[in-house]
């Protein structure tokens, strides 16, 4: 049973610079979404895409965030001119057409120093 | 504001019944209600969802209040591997996809 998988699992940066996070759904599912969690809070949605369209963006997802889902496959979360208050948990899930039950991947642990 | 509140923590003793309130009193009539667990380190875990009715499965039961304003989540039997954080999630179907919206969850610790 292959899960939605990320990676990496954590990435330290210095502030300033660009980081890609990646993510891998699991097979069937054409929906995909990213959170954002910070420390002692829920996750907050970032974005979705419906196989290789991007339909949803939140306004948490500033123009220093691109998400991008090529061939409606994996998917890759990149953060330019990264500030430390970007050091979070980001998480992805996907889901099946259906969409009730999203499935979530361990997440990428960012810190931005 | 804040979709779901949830109390921050709870305690049980193993083997005994929880119940993990949950109010979201400004639910619209075709929110679902989900909750999800998580433990350190690791992405949500499924637990449960429903939407007017009462739902069981074999991780927990799922009580929804007649106004829909309020739920509980049942976990029958407390075990040490159930410690985790309870997120209630309100669950917005829109365009065609299904927006989440997590609460602060309530950090449940089970003890022996």
């Known amino acids: 049973d292959t899960g939605v998988s990320q990676n990496p699992r954590h990435k330290i940066t210095k502030r300033g610079q660009n980081v890609t996070f990646r993510c891998d759904p699991i097979s069937e599912h054409n929906r995909l979404y990213w959170y954002r969690q910070t420390l002692g809070q829920g996750p907050e949605f970032l974005t979705y895409?419906?196989?290789?369209?991007?339909?949803?963006k939140s306004r948490l997802l500033s123009d220093r965030f691109s998400a991008e889902r090529p061939k409606g496959s994996f998917s890759t979360l990149e953060i330019q001119r990264t500030e430390q208050g970007d050091s979070a948990m980001y998480l992805c899930a996907s889901s099946f057409p259906s969409g009730e039950t999203q499935y979530f991947g361990p997440g990428t642990r960012l810190l931005v120093l | 504001d804040a979709k779901t509140t949830q109390p921050n923590s709870m305690e049980s003793n193993e083997e005994e019944p929880v119940h993990l309130p949950c109010n979201h009193s400004?639910?619209?009539?075709?929110?679902?209600i989900h909750w999800y667990r998580q433990l350190p380190s690791q992405g949500p875990e499924y637990v449960i969802h429903g939407l007017t009715s009462n739902v069981n499965n074999r991780m927990a039961s799922l009580a929804i209040a007649e106004d829909r304003k309020s739920s509980t989540l049942i976990l029958h039997r407390a075990t040490l591997r159930d410690a985790a954080v309870y997120y209630c999630?309100?669950?917005?179907?829109?365009?065609?996809?299904?927006?989440?919206?997590f609460g602060s969850g309530t950090k449940l610790n089970v003890k022996p």
């Open positions: 895409f419906q196989n290789e369209a991007q339909l949803e």
């Open positions: 400004t639910i619209s009539g075709t929110d679902y």
């Open positions: 999630i309100l669950d917005e179907t829109a365009y065609n996809f299904n927006k989440f919206y």
